[in-house]
T-cell receptor, first 114, second 116 residues
């Protein structure tokens, strides 16, 4: 089945230690998104790629970076995690640019910062 | 900028009763609206979407929603609740950026509790 896969499902990192979360998709979608969802809150968009074009949200901290080496994979890098970065990180894809294309979400990676 | 308000952080209904989850939106342009469901420790699954076609939208698992422009609402309903409907429900609106690939702005979510 075509899907969005996130690894690992659970990640524990130490305060200030860089961490990378990965997302892969078999849908061959042009757009990939990263959302941050803190406990009992709505998902919040961090950034997205349209093909290789990177689009950062204005309020996304510089501590968060992303890479998309090819269509299938996208990575979220947190350079120096703080306690406030503990959250569920959701990857999503959509077929193309227009807003009516639905987004398909992965199961998420829950990040704990100790 | 677009925004979404979900009334009621928690809604409790009896099994077999009507489910009504409220969503109001604010948008300067005709919106695209979505309802997603999230089960514990899982990603979001699309229930249904409104993209300016029929105002009454039918989704999966027996859910439907009606777009009412005059009320700026997109409430989610299901005639008869099932225990498996217990989950977090998010209403979302597409962000328009003048042609760019747009993310979603989510409401704060409504936790649906089903009483046996």
């Amino acid at each position: 089945d075509a899907m969005v896969i996130q690894n690992p499902r659970y990640q524990v990192t130490q305060f200030g230690k860089p961490v990378t979360l990965s997302c892969s998709q078999t849908l061959n979608h042009n757009v990939m998104y990263w959302y941050q969802q803190k406990s009992s809150q709505a998902p919040k968009l961090l950034f997205h790629y349209y093909d290789k074009d990177f689009n950062n949200e204005a309020d996304t901290p510089d501590n968060f970076q992303s890479r998309r080496p090819n269509t299938s994979f996208c990575f979220l890098d947190i350079r120096s995690p703080g306690l406030g970065d503990a959250a569920m990180y959701l990857c999503a894809t959509s077929r193309d640019r227009p807003s009516h294309y639905e987004q398909y979400f992965g199961p998420g990676t829950r990040l704990t910062v100790t | 900028a677009q925004s979404v308000t979900q009334l009621g952080s928690h809604v409790s209904v009896s099994e077999g009763a009507l489910v009504l989850l409220r969503c109001n939106y604010s948008s300067s342009v005709p919106p695209y609206l979505f309802w997603y469901v999230q089960y514990p420790n899982q990603g979001l699954q699309l229930l249904l979407k409104y993209t300016s076609a029929a105002t009454l939208v039918k989704g999966i698992n027996g859910f439907e929603a009606e777009f009412k422009k005059s009320e700026t609402s997109f409430h989610l309903t299901k005639p008869s609740a099932h225990m498996s409907d217990a989950a977090e429900y998010f209403c979302a609106v597409s962000d328009f950026r003048g042609g760019g690939a747009d993310g979603l702005t989510f409401g704060k979510g409504t936790h649906l509790i089903i009483q046996p």
